[in-house]
């Protein structure tokens, strides 16, 4: 992987995260193959496409987690440092209906050495607060994690995710498992987030229909990168019906 703080490809004195020529083979078989993606601080890009399409094996190179021939280039406005903060919501975690651990404990185990079972100190106790609050998630801090609905377990690994705050965040299908009024709140969230923080935001999703509202690029990839652009102009492409086998032309 190849991060450099040195603006490329036209982003001098930017904040972008640009994937190059990007190839996965796995055992014999090209998962992925010539994906190009450019993606800018501030904004939010959707990756969809089918089942198997590769959207994971994308997200875990990103991550370092999967091998790749191509190159992968992160640039900031300024700073020093040699490869990007990356925040990262895996999809559908389960969690036990009978585990007693709460939010606070969750917390207290990934963001600190202290052991769970030992007080929390005031101190730390409100470092908490201050993380749930960059999702308006303060009443959830004393709430047990098996009984959270499915946005507010989002919700959780939201903030989780933001500690430190990371130069690029990606959700694996946030709107998995979420209600509507659920998923419009998680989008609500990460318009605010990306407001707030100036970051990168790449989202999977399964789910269409509130792309064009909150997101700004989509990118509909099958193996490699068959469209990418605003929404309305991908969601209406040949290239979106024929991979979702959608009859009649698109509009």
């Given amino acids: 992987m190849i991060f450099s703080k ?10 972008c995260l640009k994937i190059h020529g990007l190839s996965v083979n796995l055992e014999g078989d090209e998962i992925l193959h010539d994906v190009n993606l450019h993606m800018h601080c501030g904004q939010i890009t959707a990756l969809i496409g089918p089942n198997g399409a590769g959207k994971s094996t994308l997200i875990k190179a990103i991550l370092g987690q999967r091998v790749y021939s191509g190159s992968i280039y992160f640039s900031t406005f300024s700073g020093r440092h040699e490869k990007p903060r990356i925040g990262y919501v895996p999809q559908s975690p389960t969690f036990d209906k009978g585990d007693p651990v709460s939010v606070l404990d969750l917390f207290v ?52 995710a933001l500690e430190p705050i990371p130069h690029i965040l990606i959700l694996d299908e946030p709107l998995s498992g979420v209600d509507v009024e659920g998923m419009e709140q998680v989008m609500a969230m990460l318009d605010e987030i990306r407001r707030n923080f100036d970051l990168s935001i790449l989202i999977t999703t399964h789910d269409f229909s509130m792309l064009e509202q909150y997101v700004d690029d989509v990118v509909l990839i099958k193996g490699t990168v068959l469209k990418d652009g605003a929404p309305k102009d991908v969601l209406t492409s040949p290239e979106f019906h024929a991979v979702f086998h959608l009859g009649g032309a698109a509009q």
């Fill in 109 to 160: 185990c990934c963001i600190s050495r202290r052991p769970a079972f030992l007080p929390v100190s005031a101190a730390l106790r409100q470092k908490v607060l201050e993380c749930l609050s960059r999702v308006h998630g303060e009443a959830l801090i004393d709430k047990r994690i098996g009984d959270l609905s499915g946005g507010e377990v989002q919700r959780v690994l939201l903030a989780l």
């Fill in 6 to 15: 040195h603006g490329i490809g036209g982003c001098d004195n930017s904040c």
